[in-house]
């Protein structure tokens, strides 16, 4: 989803969510640095992948798939085997553009940094499913944010902190050596040791936050981008767009998509939803009613799962996750989640959470 003063841009087709018929998969590429981190954390690449029946192989080639669910468990076991919390941090400063393949090339070379983000915001499910990426300006700033869509994966906190850290790591190089952040946003709770984040962020991150985020200067949006090519991005969109005819997803899936940005930008109503995907409310109830299933259920959905994913990995008090979803008051979000999980968010906590 991208906006820019509250309004959708039309120049890139907004993140999907996997279909109900389509695995959430990824290119190996964003994480193909696992193996080099484990050495350096003086592990065994095959041993520690062994463990959970991954063979170090499937990083030799980013082009190699594997499901949205097989990458958390293999970030959230390297950090639990290493004892490293900042292990997600450590994989995604080693990424960038070149794990994206050729939505990497297509956005590298685009004309300005606007441009290039949109394109990036609108082809990465090409090589992602179970994710997406999104733009907002709001004033003078910009938010880059990353969204979890696949439900209930594990290490969370290792995923998105190796999402912000790939994302620092592209608008670096888009923007240049001059860029800086306004803020690092990480939606887990803070670890012992903040100098990691503080030496490759230069800025100590907002944890407890209700999103995995980088904020800076709107006006970065208009820096042209060094390597622009035109002529290579018109030969390189043929290409992205022949792709993106062959991964048309369901309407469920789209809205899905652009739902939990919305429900955190308090923009979340099944009129709004529907203007962002250029359709009239009453046709979007009609589809949606079509492919077996309604507006609220899906909305129900969507922050049943954030909620989860806020008790589970941050220390936000109940009352800023009820604030967070957009409920006036406590009790009411209280009542919501009982009926979606049969306990309450309390007790919740008090069964998933890390600590």
Known sequence: M???NDAPLPLAKRPRAPAEHEPATVRIGPICAVPEVLRSLGQDPAVVLGEIGIDPRLFDDPDNLVSYAARARILGHCAARTGCR???LLIGERGGLQGFGIVGLLVKYSTDVATALQRL???LHLHVRGAGVALSVAGDLATLRYDILQPDVEAVDQLGEAAVATMFQILRGLCGGDWR?????LAHRAPPDLRPYRRYFGVTPAFDAAEYAVVFKASWLDQPVPQGDPELIRLLQQHVLALETKHE????????AVLRGAILAGHAGEEQVAAMLSLHKRRLHRR??????QFRALDAECRYEIARQLLEHSA???AQIAQTLGYAEASVFNRAFRRWSGTTPTRWREQHSRG
């Open 316 to 318: 936000l008090a109940i």
């Open 249 to 256: 997803g369901n309407l469920v899936a789209q809205v899905r």
């Open 181 to 185: 952040p306004i803020e690092v946003r």
């Open 86 to 88: 900042h292990f997600g």
């Open 288 to 293: 949606l009613v079509a492919e077996g299933t």
């Open 121 to 123: 915001v609108g082809f």
């Open 2 to 4: 991208i906006q820019h």
